[in-house]
């Protein structure tokens, strides 16, 4: 907790940071005696309660951060007295009631982030008085009304994000006036009307998000004019009329365009072309529905043709195709089933795409993984889960259904996971693994890379072993995910060289200073995610020369305590099952081993885990 004495500390005081702290409790009124404090972070803590009123005595603060904690309550008129505040940080909280309407008063803000809250009523009219506000964000929360023409007021705004609430009636054409903005999303409202023609002013525009809406009417020709456009996505919604085909609609994807009344176009959209005749006009929906059928041919072919192109297909891998190919799922049954790819249904994003949950016809839960093909790596990375992943068959990965490609949609469907990844169980509040679950998830993936590395007729390198990539079904087994930038090595090939580089933190020396990888660097990420997965610091939270491999090994053996995580401690109260621990972040140490020559092979790691799982078991 922190203490009522903060409040005793040097009234010069100008920073305090104490963010990512595990600080839980209320934040004390006395906080309010700092009176020369420009910067306050507390962000990232477990801190409860209501924002004191206390705050507003901190004339001087220029920067407020309380994200990602737990704070209920409303944010008060107090607030307005921080006249030469410049950024509040309140996002991933708990906060509810409306926004004060003196908010708009403090003209020194330029930048306010309250997503993620329970905010609602509507904005107050003095908010789109702030002329210089910059960034303003308040999505995923419960608001209510019209954007107002008084939004066009905010000429220096660059980023605008109100998705995820409930605003209605229509766009105000007064919008079009915001020619600095790079970032604007409207996503999930219940927005009306047409799409104001007056937005191809907005020539700063990068990414426009109109998705999930009730927006009727034509998308404007005029859109073209705008050259910096790389993201528009217009699905869900009520329009109707041609797809503009000229400026950054050349580079769309047709996801983007998807649930609509009757839109049309080139055939790269994946719409009915437009009618040219009223006879045409008559026979739309017949052409509607043969497109629809057009996408609804069974992709699998996809893996039948990567998989017999080099004509290699060992016996023991026939149950696994059979398994792949057995169901055949369309691209519009995926789309039904994910609820047009809903924001509600994301469960995860990576570099080349994400996933998303679905319910197919039958029942059945999927995971849908969608590949985002405006980037030109995301093929590849979707050729390579293919060809790898109809390879292989084990209980500890994740399990491919099928696949679904087209010119402009590409996606792999999934076995849904219902209890998420590793990383929600280590870092989320409301989740807690004890010392024998954390260790059998770890012989788990310990299983899997042991079968990547020496169970396959040609051994795999994962390349990007970190904990969201470890899966947990609902029996809490885990399952090895995510083989986007995976390798197959050769006949008699120790290694071999990349330029696609994985996740800081959890890269092996040799990959990350030459490209040169090999089973071992899947040793060595094992390694970091073992140590990760017992003390619960992240390997890229260290600064300077200090790793997590260096800090635990400076503390092993006799200072256990000072490395593992709190929780463990609480939870246990036993030194023999902390010896126990002691030897799990042994046998991740050597794993960790500068030298690939050094590490020890997975094999080696199975077995001597599974000796420490019987002791642990006695305790």
Aim: aromatic letters at 8%; charged letters at 20%; one cysteine or more.
């Amino acid at each position: 907790m922190l203490p009522v004495s903060v409040g005793n500390f040097s009234t010069s005081l100008i920073k305090f940071y104490a963010n990512s702290c595990k600080i839980r409790g209320p934040i004390p009124d006395e906080i309010g005696n700092l009176s020369s404090i420009l910067d306050l972070d507390l962000s990232g803590n477990n801190l409860v309660g209501s924002i004191p009123t206390s705050i507003g005595k901190m004339e001087n603060l220029q920067r407020f951060d309380l994200g990602n904690n737990k704070f209920t309550g409303f944010i008060r008129d107090n607030f307005c007295k921080l006249q030469r505040l410049g950024a509040i940080y309140f996002s991933q909280n708990q906060l509810s009631g409306s926004l004060p309407n003196c908010l708009g008063n403090v003209t020194s803000l330029r930048e306010i982030h309250l997503d993620s809250n329970k905010l609602s009523s509507n904005i107050p009219l003095s908010l789109w008085n702030l002329k210089d506000l910059m960034v303003l964000d308040l999505s995923s929360n419960n608001m209510v009304g019209s954007l107002p023409p008084e939004i066009g007021n905010l000429k220096a705004v660059i980023k605008m994000d109100l998705s995820m609430n409930k605003f209605s009636n229509e766009i105000p054409r007064e919008i079009g006036g915001l020619q600095n903005m790079a970032n604007l999303s409207l996503r999930h409202n219940k927005l009306q009307g047409a799409i104001p023609d007056s937005m191809s002013n907005m020539v700063g525009l990068e990414f426009l998000d109109l998705s999930h809406n009730n927006i009727f009417g034509i998308i404007p020709k005029s859109l073209e004019k705008l050259q910096n456009l790389k993201y528009f996505n217009i699905s869900v919604n009520k329009l109707h009329g041609e797809i503009p085909s000229g400026g950054p609609f050349k580079n769309l994807s047709s996801q983007f365009f998807i649930y609509n009344e009757a839109l049309c176009g080139s055939s790269g959209f994946s719409v009915p072309p437009c009618p040219t005749s009223s006879k045409h006009r008559s026979n739309r929906k017949k052409l509607l529905v043969l497109f629809l059928l057009v996408g609804i041919v069974p992709s699998t072919i996809n893996f039948f043709w990567i998989r017999y192109r080099k004509g290699k297909r060992a016996p023991q891998q026939a149950d696994s195709l059979s398994a792949i190919t057995r169901e055949r799922i369309s691209y519009y049954e995926l789309i039904q089933a994910t609820d047009g790819l809903s924001e509600s249904n994301l469960i995860g994003s990576g570099s080349f795409g994400s996933v998303y949950k679905g319910v197919l016809r039958s029942g059945t839960a999927i995971a849908v993984k969608v590949f985002n093909l405006q980037l030109d790596a995301a093929f590849k990375s979707f050729d390579t889960e293919c060809e790898v992943l109809c390879r292989l068959r084990h209980r500890n990965l994740i399990k491919v259904i099928t696949s679904c490609s087209n010119l402009d949609f590409k996606a792999l469907v999934l076995e849904y996971m219902s209890n998420g990844s590793l990383e929600k169980y280590l870092y989320s509040h409301n989740y807690f693994l004890d010392s024998k679950q954390r260790l059998s998830i770890m012989i788990d993936v310990a299983c899997a890379l042991e079968y990547l590395h020496h169970g396959c007729s040609l051994p795999v390198i994962h390349c990007d072993v970190k904990p969201s990539n470890v899966l947990l079904d609902e029996d809490m087994v885990a399952h090895l995910s995510d083989f986007g930038i995976s390798k197959l090595l050769g006949e008699d090939q120790g290694d071999l060289y990349t330029k696609t580089l994985a996740t800081l933190g959890y890269i092996a020396p040799e990959y990350g200073l030459e490209g040169r990888v090999s089973t071992k660097c899947d040793v060595y990420s094992y390694g970091v995610m073992l140590l990760e997965t017992f003390t619960r610091r992240k390997p890229n939270e260290f600064e300077g020369d200090l790793s997590l491999k260096q800090w635990v090994s400076y503390s092993l053996p006799e200072a256990i305590m000072d490395v593992v995580d709190a929780n463990l401690v609480t939870a246990t109260g036993n030194q023999k099952e902390l010896d126990v621990v002691a030897s799990i972040m042994k046998v991740a140490l050597d794993c960790c081993a500068e030298s690939p020559a050094r590490r020890t092979n997975m094999k080696d790691v199975v077995g001597m885990l599974q000796k420490i799982k019987i002791q642990l078991l006695a305790y």
